[in-house]
């Protein structure tokens, strides 16, 4: 959770890239809270360094509460957009997968589908797999979003 | 009453009993400064360069424990003061830099003179404000003070556009601040402490290992007064000089690569780490996979990132170290047998720390022909002040203040440790002077790093900041010519400064005196004539020219592994 303060993204950002961490994907929206924005980072590391990673980004002054989800805790989403290839005989086969998936096709073309996808990112990743061999033609996701089960919200 | 952002943004150094700031004029700060000519409250000192000046602010707050404060226009001005920033960063520094920038309507039009400090700066800075509204001067100067110097220190950039300093505005001044995602931890867990305690009693060989945390904390006093209690040896690191009397029987003097022998033989053979105010850094600790392999650790450190970051830790406790310090004070007092036991079982350990001293002492062979730069620390020991104020430079006379000097109270030793910022002596001295106009400061420098700000010298003769420096000259980079001799076959690129400087005549071209030593036997009245000077002086001392910084450990060898004699 972070002040929506003037540059608080780039502070984020340039202490993974500065310090060496990885960031695999990063979003960025404000909550329904007044001030506050909500980021969902995905990094990488042995313990040692996500808990420098934790404690670093609590060192910054406008991160408010970092929430980790290392654990398993939390429920993750993600969503993606798929424009795919679809001719003849694999316009049938686009929609079996998209059917399977329980996606939607958000756009049609003689030549295409787009397609929104959300779920786990294993789950998009699943889907992407299958489409892959039909053609993809671009894919856009969202990165992460995570929010903890239970009746719980964040400030506990 | 209404006021022009310049005006309010001074007022607000006013209320933050800001008395002295070191800035230099340009486009974008020039109404800052029209508001300065008739504001009387704020002594401004001008420096030649805005890295110097910046330098001096850090001074400032390293010898005073106040908040620094810095002005430099936008653009190459504020880029100037990034070597400075980072040095306070690095060093965990209070202080406040005001840059200049272009209106707000310019910012990102590439404008004369503009650049995006906050960028630049934003990995060697606390925190950075850019005002936008003259409504928001007032919450951000407040903001800025309290978190440069709340927590662990450092210092905090304030972007102040030019549009926004000739906007009128209400000037009231908060009288408190409340950041809610700004919480630094004070008070030690008291459980934690108890636990450290219990831990300290039971350890046979324990080692306080205490840095710069204590100096900025101020705990000194709480320090001092545990390790006399328990009878704990007292090694520091460079930031840590001056916390622990180094004349005390109980100080090993400092770690690490340019550290006694004793205090890192007492490192490697410890049961028991009470690192205080330190962080384990590289050159401390050595080879980490060979760092203190029979002692547990704890770590006390007001910076929760500090801890875990290089070694392994048994017990964290995250607090001020002043309050920490006390509450060991209290607990131990309170187990007076268990106290007692402890400090009668320490006997061997004691012995032992007494043997690895004997053995060998931090020492230099001594000529009457050639001046030997440890002997002149020696001296200049001796001769000045009790509460001198020493500032140095980067390199070997760095050390050899450090090993020589044996530093008795906090804030005497201003030195750029982290960054290791050559160029930072002589500036620094400065800041400290303008603080303590009656105390005598002296900078130690070599002849490469006072040459990276002797412009500084004018700015000493302007404003009768009687700085004495010390210029131990061996006409080399010295410590780079030493790593050059004993891991580069002595390939000496580069290092040699082969043009020799006349110090002395440089000296009276800014109007100050010079004195020069070329033989061991004039080094006393040397430092005696310079002393005695009301004015700022340059004592410079023709030093042994390849002597070396000793003992050694090389980068990336264990703390045992000392070269000794090379």
């Known amino acids: ?156 | 009453m209404k006021m022009n952002g310049a005006r309010i943004m001074l007022e607000c150094l006013k209320k933050e009993g800001v008395d002295t700031v070191f800035g230099y004029p340009g486009g974008t700060v020039i109404n800052i400064y029209d508001e300065l000519f008739s504001f009387k409250e704020i002594r401004h000192i001008l420096p030649r360069h805005e890295q110097a000046g910046t330098h001096a602010a850090d001074g400032y707050a390293r010898a005073t424990g106040k908040v620094g404060v810095a002005i430099a226009t936008s653009g190459p001005g504020a880029t100037n003061t990034v070597t400075a920033i980072a040095t306070a960063y690095m060093d965990s520094i209070p202080m406040v830099i005001v840059t200049g920038q272009v209106p707000t309507a310019l910012i990102g039009n590439d404008a004369f003179q503009e650049v995006d400090i906050i960028g630049i700066t934003r990995p060697c800075t606390k925190h950075s404000f850019l005002i936008r509204d003259v409504k928001d001067i007032a919450t951000i100067m407040k903001k800025a003070f309290y978190i440069a110097r709340t927590g662990r220190p450092g210092p905090v950039l304030v972007d102040f556009p030019k549009d926004i300093q000739v906007a009128m505005g209400e000037f009231s001044y908060p009288d408190s601040v409340e950041i809610r995602s700004y919480k630094p931890t004070v008070e030690g867990h008291p459980r934690q402490v108890e636990k450290a305690c219990k831990m300290i009693l039971e350890a046979r060989r324990p080692v306080l290992y205490v840095g710069g945390g204590v100096v900025l904390g101020d705990a000194s006093e709480q320090l001092t007064v545990l390790a006399r209690k328990l009878g704990v040896p007292v090694t520091t690191t460079l930031m840590g000089l001056g916390s622990f009397p180094g004349d005390d029987p109980l100080s090993l003097g400092m770690l690490g690569m340019h550290g006694a022998y004793c205090a890192n033989m007492a490192m490697t053979h410890s049961d028991l780490i009470i690192a205080v105010g330190s962080r384990f850094d590289d050159r401390v600790t050595g080879k980490l996979a060979t760092f203190a392999p029979h002692a547990k650790i704890i770590h006390v450190d007001v910076d929760p990132t500090s801890i875990k970051k290089n070694v392994r830790v048994d017990l964290p406790i995250v607090g001020d170290v002043k309050d920490v310090l006390a509450q060991m004070i209290k607990f131990t007092e309170k187990m007076m047998d268990k106290t007692a036991e402890f400090v009668a079982a320490m006997e061997p350990w004691h012995q032992e720390i007494s043997a690895w001293k004997d053995k060998h002492p931090i020492s230099y062979k001594s000529s009457t022909t050639t001046i030997k730069p440890q002997f002149v620390i020696q001296k200049l020991r001796e001769l000045c002040d009790e509460n001198a104020i020493i500032s140095t430079d980067v390199g070997q006379h760095q050390m050899w203040t450090a090993q020589f000097f044996k530093f008795n109270s906090p804030r005497t030793l201003l030195t750029s440790g982290g960054l290791g910022t050559m160029g930072y002596g002589l500036p620094a001295a400065m800041g400290a002077q303008a603080a303590f106009p009656g105390r005598q400061v002296i900078t130690i420098c070599g002849d490469g790093g006072v040459q990276m700000n002797i412009q500084e010298m004018a700015t000493l003769v302007q404003n009768r900041l009687p700085v004495k420096i010390v210029i131990l000259n061996n006409n080399f980079l010295g410590m780079v010519r030493q790593w050059q001799e004993l891991f580069f076959d002595k390939r000496y690129s580069q290092t040699c400064m082969e043009l020799p400087i006349d110090y002395i005549k440089l000296a009276d071209a800014y109007g100050a005196k010079g004195f020069l030593a070329t033989k061991p036997d004039e080094v006393e009245k040397v430092i005696k004539q310079g002393f005695a000077e009301k004015g700022p002086v340059i004592m410079e001392f023709k030093i042994a020219r390849e002597e070396k910084v000793l003992p050694m450990v090389p980068a990336g060898a264990s703390l045992n592994e000392m070269v000794l004699n090379a």
């Open chain 1, 1 to 156: 959770m972070v002040e929506n303060e003037f540059g608080v993204l780039s502070r984020v950002a340039s202490l993974f890239s500065g310090r060496g961490f990885n960031i695999d994907s990063l979003s960025v929206a404000p909550t329904n809270e007044e001030g506050l924005s909500r980021m969902t980072i995905v990094t990488r590391g042995d313990d040692k360094i996500l808990e420098q990673i934790n404690k670093q980004l609590n060192k910054l002054i406008d991160v408010l509460k970092v929430i980790d989800f290392t654990d398993g805790s939390g429920i993750e989403r993600e969503m993606a957009l798929i424009k795919v290839t679809a001719e003849d005989e694999s316009r049938a086969e686009v929609l079996r997968i998209v059917d399977i998936f329980r996606a939607k096709i958000i756009d049609v073309t003689p030549k295409s589908y787009t397609i929104e996808a959300t779920g786990n990112p294993l789950k998009i990743d699943a889907i992407l797999d299958l489409l892959r061999p039909l053609g993809l033609k671009e894919l856009v996701r969202t990165g992460s979003v995570t929010i903890g089960r239970g009746a719980k919200g964040w400030k506990g």
